[in-house]
T-cell receptor, first 109, second 115 residues
Framework: QKEVEQNSGPLSVPEGAIASLNCTYS??????FFWYRQYSGKSPELIMF????GDKEDGRFTAQLNKASQYVSLLIRDSQPSDSATYLC?????????FGTGTRLQVFP | DAGITQSPRHKVTETGTPVTLRCHQTENHRYMYWYRQDPGHGLRLIHY???????DKGEVSDGYSVSRSKTEDFLLTLESATSSQTSVYFC??????????????FGPGTRLTVL
């Protein structure tokens, strides 16, 4: 059974700083990874996904994959209070996604 | 936004009563999923469907059943609701094919309270 681990947080960062969120996974054969953002009381929404062929940047978000250490990171540059949410990491497993329990990010002014 | 709706959005019911939640999609995606989300447990898969009338269990399927008679509708039934089934329920869909086959898109959720 694949496992996905995340620190529950909260991770508190000041506005304008870089927030770094990490996710470790158990299956060395995992090829793709997903990051979702979930605001309180709302449903998860996809931020980005990354395949095994390297880092990926999308606006202020960068996903970094470290296969040797089996973790994937999400960096949020120039963090804003509107980035305050829970961030979920997910790994495909056959027809399903295995989700971590999420890291709560707090960005304070 | 993916065209996914869930109904009802909120429901309060009593222990022992049957409850059916509905997920409806307009994306013609092959896969549909039901999750529950509870504090400290994250998203847990209840059941999923890989086609009309094709379903399989997830990690927390006890006490739940599902049906999919049409591509666009996926029903989750609690045959006899218990207080432990108080939760927020999310439906999700995915294409199941192509470069973004595994990407799941979520509905708005249903908050269920069992008294």
């Amino acid at each position: 059974q694949k496992e996905v681990e995340q620190n529950s947080g909260p991770l508190s960062v000041p506005e304008g700083a870089i927030a770094s969120l990490n996710c470790t996974y158990s299956d060395r054969g995992s090829q793709s990874f997903f990051w979702y953002r979930q605001y309180s009381g709302k449903s998860p929404e996809l931020i980005m996904f990354i395949y095994s062929n390297g880092d990926k940047e999308d606006g202020r978000f960068t996903a970094q994959l470290n296969k040797a250490s089996q973790y994937v990171s999400l960096l949020i540059r120039d963090s804003q209070p509107s980035d305050s949410a829970t961030y979920l990491c997910a790994v495909p497993n056959t027809d399903k996604l295995i989700f971590g329990t999420g890291t709560r990010l707090q960005v304070f002014p | 936004d993916a065209g996914i709706t869930q109904s009802p959005r909120h429901k309060v019911t009593e222990t022992g009563t049957p409850v059916t939640l509905r997920c409806h999609q307009t994306e013609n995606h092959r896969y549909m999923y039901w999750y529950r989300q509870d504090p400290g447990h994250g998203l847990r898969l209840i059941h999923y469907s890989y086609g009309v009338k094709d379903t399989d269990k997830g990690e927390v399927s006890d006490g739940y059943s599902v049906s999919r008679s049409k591509t666009e509708d996926f029903l989750l039934t609690l045959e006899s609701a218990t207080s432990s089934q108080t939760s927020v329920y999310f439906c999700a869909i995915s294409k199941g094919a192509g470069t973004d086959a595994d990407t799941q898109y979520f509905g708005p959720g249903t908050r269920l309270t069992v008294l």
